[in-house]
């Protein structure tokens, strides 16, 4: 079973960055893929990146691309959100999850992934 711990989300002004972080552990992770998510209120839960944990590779939301940056620190079971030039619009509750499914780092989907933190709340102001 693996445990999923956000942080490092807060109030930023718009142009500001925050890095999040994810903490995952109760398994060796190996041709996995984690994801970061986000929820805005009133709106559906949205994929924003993923990676993945073996051969780091990557996707971005379109609309975060150029700005956001995800990686991952094998030898401290992280992966983290690198947020750049941050909007109004990217305010919402950040989520990281983890599938067990290697590819699902491509065009990932909310039903490929089986376990989610708590997420983290990140404010952009105006």
């Known amino acids: 079973q693996v445990q999923l711990v956000e942080s490092g989300g807060g109030l930023v002004q718009t142009g500001g960055s925050l890095r999040l972080s994810c903490a995952a552990s109760?398994?060796?992770?190996?041709?996995?893929?984690l994801g970061w998510f986000r929820q805005a209120p009133g709106k559906e839960r949205e994929v924003v990146a993923a990676?993945?944990?073996?051969?780091?590779?990557?996707y971005y939301t379109d609309s975060v691309k150029g700005r956001f940056t995800i990686s991952r620190d094998n030898a401290k079971n992280t992966v983290y959100l690198q947020m750049n030039s941050l909007k109004p619009e990217d305010t919402a509750t950040y989520y990281c999850?983890?599938?067990?499914?290697?590819?699902?780092?491509?065009?990932?989907?909310?039903?490929?992934?089986?376990?989610w933190g708590r997420g983290t709340q990140v404010t952009v102001s105006s």
């Open positions: 999850a983890f599938s067990t499914a290697g590819d699902a780092w491509y065009r990932p989907r909310l039903s490929d992934y089986g376990h």
């Open positions: 109760g398994r060796t992770l190996g041709n996995d893929a």
């Open positions: 990676i993945n944990w073996r051969g780091g590779y990557t």
